[in-house]
């Protein structure tokens, strides 16, 4: 028996129908491993991953039966949603590119250690400029990242004036290292 709705293919996989396993797979492989290659941007990954897809199928198509979607988009959504899943799971590009660095010297070169030097004099320079209770509650917030409710209670003032003092602390600092 020829069966052509996707639904009713489900519908039986639903029952445990290898054959219809097997059509459904034949009927919708192609364009769920379409979305899995778009997504993953690898072949073998896709292909993997387009096998899980199909466990999920067979172990989740009661669940299609009893809801009554579209079949297509329900097959399309576990492709996606699975492929999105093992991208999440991958290791950061940011972890790979900064294990590839740590072989390289962390010291700056003589150049930017004078530069970073004489650009640590000039915010100590316009620091001093500040009232020493705001310059402190700006290095508290900015360097050993204090919480603005944190700040407010150390400094025994309310959490808005708080806000104030940093704020207009960051506006005098600014015009000072532009001068």
């Known amino acids: 028996m020829a069966v052509d709705d996707l639904s009713e293919l489900i519908s039986r996989v639903a029952l445990r129908d290898r054959a219809a396993f097997s059509l459904l797979y034949q009927r919708s492989s192609p364009k769920l491993f379409a979305v899995c290659l778009r997504i993953l941007k690898d072949r073998t990954e896709a ?48 972890d790979q590119i900064e294990e590839e660095y740590d072989l390289a010297d962390p010291s700056p070169d003589p150049e930017r250690e004078a530069e970073l030097s004489a650009e640590g004099r000039r915010i100590d320079r316009c620091m001093n400029e500040l009232d020493p209770d705001r310059a402190t509650a700006v290095r508290r917030a900015y360097v050993e990242g204090l919480s603005y409710q944190e700040l407010a209670d150390q400094f025994r003032v309310p959490l808005n004036t708080m806000r104030t003092w940093l704020r207009r602390s960051l506006i005098k600092l600014r015009e000072c290292l532009d001068r």
Request: hydrophobic share 45%.
């Open 47 to 94: 292909e993997e991953a387009l096998q899980e897809v199909f466990i999920k199928v067979w172990q989740r198509a009661d669940r299609f039966a009893s809801e009554g979607r579209n079949a297509s988009g329900w097959l399309t959504a576990i492709a996606r949603n699975h492929s999105i899943d093992l991208i999440r799971t991958r290791k950061p590009i940011a």
